[in-house]
């Protein structure tokens, strides 16, 4: 069937082409003008000061795209600026850029709405319009595409409504925004209508009238294109006020309604463009056919808002494991055609939503080409679970978001593929923005990575909305606490040992500063390294944060790595600054019970916590000294047993991987820390006090210059306890955790294992985490030495993704490695917009048996090289030769074979060990020189040397000497008396002898002498 539909769609998209005398181009890999439009996009969505700093202004968020920026003023639900922006800044500028930078104007102007009965205002907007409870602010979506916010509002008059569900939704889109007013009765309205106003700010003086479309521009042609939403009855424009209202009806109690005002970004010339800035919502044909796990035609699921300018594709639902440890190996894969038959570019946003059957913490969505490999075109993934609390966005919901540009008369072939817990031979990671509308969490965003699908490995509240912490949750990894009464199982929900902070700053004046303007980055969401950056500033804008979190696949334990920058802005004065914080002051589950802290030397320290609930640092600042600087945070639980029945007995760690610090002006990289003791924090409310363990500046710091910097490399570990807690197939790990259990050695063997080194002949390499591998034509070898489980290796910079093959050797020579689970498509592709090229990420399974140091290498590309044995040799002292054939006198030459190996391009040596010879009589040797000094008659034969790198790789080249006798003149094989009767028969020759054995022109005494000196001997 699926066949038959797929010929009758193509023959119908023919026939249009021969009306329209146009025929369609068929593309089965994302297009370039589809990747350029993302390399030209960006999209954040962010509050301008965090709501646990205090401000004698009233707050504000902002949206701020590659296209615009509009900010508004949250307390009165006005425009504060709305403003055109640069194209020519990028999305790094962007996403760095302070406030002060972006919105240098306020073109300001009002937001106005009312709820009408009988075409009179009844319910209209109050004079503090904000929630004034909760101050209701849903971050339902945001990411690279998509970011929708909801703010509920107030009204005079008291009408029935509910608050969660009522008030206005910003939806911004990189190159347009909608603003809605939402209604939801509680009993009915009779005969209403809904109005929304929007004040355009003065500055937009210019004015153009398109009957449905209206534009308000610059002196320069930039400006905005406004036109109605779906539900507006009437648009009328006074002045530079717009307003839209629905059809009178009555409000029904229970149902939603809505209006929409629609807004579209030009950047230059206004009056000729606008009327054809919304053209690219014109329909396009889009098929959709589930092949895996079972075929399903989902075409009539395809809906269109024209609101949004979006194509809505209701997936089918799909069990990703969670709770069902059947379906971890599962896969969703859906064919995708896109076809614009117009003659004009077309922009495509699609939105790939599910509403899931159960709660999904850890899944993969991706788009590829149409051979199934990834094509690294980006895909948000937004998503939620929660509705304790039942709000407009509230609910179980995934949607998976991306914007395509379609040439004219195209047809565009994709694969979109979902996988669970696992992808491929083991579980994958992934990083999204997490809704939790209906957690009562009325404002903050929230982000959440997972290893697998069964519980959070870690979250972060970058708005300090849970616990006054950016670091929230962290769980264990494959781990259960059936072994002490607990009713985790396996592929099932962990609990919490979480809590932590990036940064805690302090001023001198005794306030807190809490990060503003914060900023989210996905540059990399799943499977096989997820990579999330947030940018803030502190709220007295004196001190710069970006930090950047990654997760990588795993099959033993959860491991976090923090990129931490931190950059001084002014001069600035503290009392308190932390760096890092395991554990946060409030926001802490884990009960720590002993610290021990060293390096890779072993264990340099030890302390007990103090646990007197003091909320101060209960030692002094301890030098973190030596290679890879670590703390155990251990022995402790936050519950007695497991009373809540998945709570989880596990130990804490950190590792220092790369400290750099210039404080005051001066560089310092020795880390220092103190523990620190609080007497809130959830283990507190049964009994015990928690303690956080604070990365700090040296001794005596209380300021920071203009101008210092701090960069930290900083990995994350939580481990179980006892081997009765994992359930993983790491066997390993699982020896490990038998050997050490409950004590620091499993942080140290993690500290040791993962101190990665790598290099390459022909490649430049990052070691700092990630390990990248910059390729050269699209080509990469690297070597690399450590690693525990599964290591990330980046190879970046590649204009050709087509079907890459990695190769590995490992005691055997290049063996390609298996991809093959669900076929050839287990890597991760990222398209990376700052360089126009591609990056492939792979996880590469370091572990060796015996829990040894693997030395693996790596090579992507079609076909891995291979040494060559080139020949070389000498005869006496003349210069060494390329030859492999060896002419020389017995008993008096020299020889000497001496091989080099031509590998990547270069000529070398290579250990003498690397060496094997055999040759005539049982010949062996070891070695790559072989000499005989000098050659004898019975060294005559082949000799054949055999290579062999330290990878498995070998090559063999066969050498010949022959040699000869000067003396024997008669050439019988012996100096007899024969050859001397023969001399004398030329005896006194001085011009062309024949018999001139040491060749000073005649046959003389000296040659006599020379045969004499050998007489008797076999040649």
Not at 158 to 176: H, K, M, Q
Not at 807 to 818: F, G, I, L
Request: hydrophobic share 35%; with cysteine.
């Amino acid at each position: 069937m699926r066949t038959l539909f797929f010929q009758a769609f193509f023959v119908l998209v023919s026939l249009c082409s021969v009306f329209t005398g146009k025929s369609q181009n068929i593309i089965h890999e994302i297009n370039t003008e589809s990747y350029t439009n993302f390399s030209s996009s960006y999209n954040y969505t962010y509050w301008n000061d965090s709501w646990k700093s205090n401000v004698n202004h009233n707050r504000s968020f902002s949206n701020h795209t590659s296209d615009y920026a509009l900010n508004i003023d949250f307390e009165e639900l006005s425009i504060k600026s709305l403003l055109v922006t640069d194209p020519e800044n990028a999305s790094a500028w962007g996403f760095s850029a302070l406030d002060s930078n972006i919105f240098a104007n306020n073109y300001s102007g009002n937001i106005d709405y009312a709820i009408l009965q009988n075409g009179t205002p009844t319910f209209e907007k109050a004079p503090n319009p904000t929630n004034n409870g909760l101050k209701d602010s849903q971050m339902a979506e945001f990411g690279v595409w998509c970011n929708r916010r909801f703010v509920s509002t107030n009204f005079t008059n008291a009408p029935p409504l509910d608050t969660y569900y009522t008030g206005v939704e910003f939806t911004n889109w990189n190159s347009r925004f909608k603003i809605t007013f939402h209604v939801k009765p509680t009993g009915t309205i009779v005969n209403g209508q809904l109005k929304l106003s929007v004040e355009i700010p003065e500055e937009y003086a210019s004015y153009y009238n398109g009957d449905t479309l209206h534009a308000f521009g610059l002196d320069a042609g930039q400006g905005f294109v406004i036109k109605g939403g779906t539900f507006a009855e009437s648009v009328t424009v006074v002045a530079n006020e717009v307003t839209v209202l629905t059809s009178a009806q009555d409000l029904l109690m229970g149902q939603s309604y809505e209006v929409s005002i629609l807004f579209h970004a030009i950047h230059e010339n206004l009056s000729s463009n606008y009327l054809s800035s919304f053209e690219e919502e014109s329909e396009i044909v889009i098929t959709a056919n589930q092949t895996v796990p079972s075929p399903i035609d989902i075409s009539g699921s395809v809906s269109y808002s024209a609101n949004e300018g979006l194509h809505v594709i209701d997936i089918p639902r799909y069990g990703m494991g969670q709770y069902n440890c059947n379906l971890t190996d599962e896969m969703q894969a859906i064919d995708f055609t896109l076809t614009n038959t117009d003659s004009q570019i077309k922009r495509v946003r699609l939105c790939l939503r599910q509403t899931p059957n159960i709660n999904v913490t850890g899944f993969n969505s991706l788009i590829c080409n149409n051979n199934g490999d990834p094509s690294g075109f980006p895909l948000q993934v937004s998503k939620n679970w929660h509705s304790s609390t039942p709000q407009l966005y509230s609910g179980s919901w995934i949607k998976a978001y991306t914007e395509f540009i379609l040439p004219a008369n195209t047809t565009l072939q994709f694969q979109y593929k979902r996988t669970g817990a696992k992808w491929g031979e083991t579980y994958s990671a992934s990083s999204h923005q997490l809704s939790v509308v209906g957690a009562g969490i009325p404002r903050g965003g929230w982000l959440e990575a997972a290893i697998g699908s069964f519980g959070e490995s870690v979250t972060h509240s970058p708005d300090y909305e849970y616990g006054r912490t950016n670091g929230a949750d962290i769980r264990p990894f494959l781990v259960t606490n059936e072994n002490y009464g607990g009713t985790s199982t396996e592929c099932g929900w962990t609990g919490n040992v979480g809590g932590s902070n990036m940064w805690v700053y302090v001023d001198n004046a005794n306030t807190v500063q809490y990060q503003s303007e914060v900023k989210t980055k996905f540059t990399r969401y799943s499977p096989n390294l997820t990579e999330t950056t947030i940018g803030a500033v502190s709220a007295d804008r004196k001190l710069k944060l970006d930090y950047t979190f990654y997760l990588n696949r795993s099959d033993d334990y959860n491991r976090i790595y923090y990129k931490i920058n931190i950059e001084a802005l002014k001069n600035t004065s503290f009392n308190r600054f932390d760096i890092f914080q395991l554990g946060g002051d409030i926001y802490n589950i884990h009960n720590t019970q002993q610290v021990i802290y060293g390096n890779d030397t072993g264990s340099s320290g030890q302390l007990t916590p103090v646990n007197d609930g003091s909320n101060t640092y209960t030692t002094p600042e301890i030098a973190l000294t030596g290679s890879n600087p670590w703390i155990w945070a251990g022995d402790g639980l936050a519950y007695a047993g497991a009373s809540s029945g998945i709570d989880i007995d596990a130990n804490n760690g950190l590792v220092i991987r790369d400290y750099k610090a210039t404080i005051n002006g001066t560089e310092n990289n020795t880390p220092y820390f103190r523990e620190r003791s609080s007497s809130q924090g959830f283990s507190a409310s049964v009994g015990t006090n928690p303690t956080s363990y604070c990365i700090v500046p040296p001794p005596g710091t209380t300021s920071f210059q203009s101008g210092d910097k701090i960069e930290l490399l900083v990995e994350v570990v939580v481990l179980p306890k006892t081997p009765g807690d994992y359930y993983g197939p790491n066997t390993n790990f699982d020896a490990a955790l038998a050997l050490y259990g409950n004590s620091y050695e499993l942080l140290h063997r993690e500290s040791l294992g993962n101190r990665i080194t790598a290099e390459s002949p022909t490649n430049n390499i990052n070691t700092v985490y990630p390990l990248t591998v910059e390729t050269v034509g699209n080509t990469g070898l690297v070597n690399i030495t450590g690693g525990k489980g599964y290591v990330p290796v980046v190879f970046s910079g590649l204009t050709d993704i087509a079907s890459p093959t990695l190769w590995k050797a490992h005691n055997n020579c290049w063996e390609m490695v298996n991809q093959s689970v669900h076929g050839q498509d287990f890597w991760q592709t990222n398209f990376n917009p700052e360089t126009n090229s591609f990056d492939l990420i792979y996880n590469v399974n370091q572990d060796v048996s015996n829990d040894g140091s693997a030395v693996i290498q790596y090579y992507l590309g079609a076909s891995p090289p291979e040494p060559v044995v080139v020949t070389q040799s000498k005869i006496g002292n003349n210069p060494s030769v390329i030859e492999a054939n060896v002419l020389a006198v017995a008993n008096v030459d020299t020889v000497e074979l001496s091989p080099l190996i031509n590998a990547y391009d270069l000529l070398f040596a290579s250990s003498d060990t690397s060496y094997v010879w055999a040759g005539p009589n049982n010949f062996i040797h070891q070695g790559r020189v072989l000499s005989f000094n000098p050659v004898e008659a019975n060294n005559q034969g082949e000799y054949i040397v055999t290579y062999t790198n330290e990878f498995g790789c070998s090559d063999t080249k066969t050498y010949t000497i022959t040699t000869f006798c000067t003396s024997d003149i008669d050439n019988d094989g012996f100096v007899s008396v024969n050859d001397i009767l023969v001399l004398l028969g030329e005896f006194g020759c001085s011009t062309n002898c024949s018999f001139d054995l040491d060749s000073d022109g005649i046959t003389g005494v000296n040659d006599l002498l020379s045969i004499l000196a050998f007489f008797g001997s076999e040649c």
